[in-house]
């Protein structure tokens, strides 16, 4: 079973930027979508950005135009550049890959933005 391993948070300042790497334990030339879902505390786990197989991507509302989702598939990495960081970005970031026959979380990364 493919393993992920996010790497990148950390504490900014606001206005800051941060970019987050979710990397595969094997190629992942095959997956169907990867996203990034972000859990601030006390509440639930919510879509930040999806790319799928073909490239196209989508972002949730409250961070279009800051965060652009990407993948590099010769480096089996998925990921996610943040600019613009405000407190309402501080959470958990975990990185998910939908393959055919499984779904494959990894354990988080902890982002947290100061005002």
């Known amino acids: 079973q493919v393993q992920l391993v996010e790497s990148g948070g950390g504490l900014v300042q606001a206005g800051g930027s941060l970019r987050l790497s979710c990397v595969a334990s094997r190629r992942i030339f095959n997956f169907k979508r990867a996203q990034w879902y972000r859990q601030a505390p006390g509440q639930q786990r919510t879509m930040v950005a999806t790319?799928?197989?073909?490239?196209?991507?989508n972002h949730a509302r409250s961070v279009q135009g800051r965060f652009t989702i990407s993948r590099d598939n010769t480096k089996n990495t998925v990921y996610l550049q943040m600019n613009s960081l405000n407190p309402e970005d501080t959470g958990v970031y975990y990185c998910n890959i939908e393959f055919a026959n499984e779904s494959i979380w990894g354990q988080g990364t902890q982002v947290t933005v100061s005002s």
């Open positions: 790319i799928s197989n073909t490239g196209m991507t």
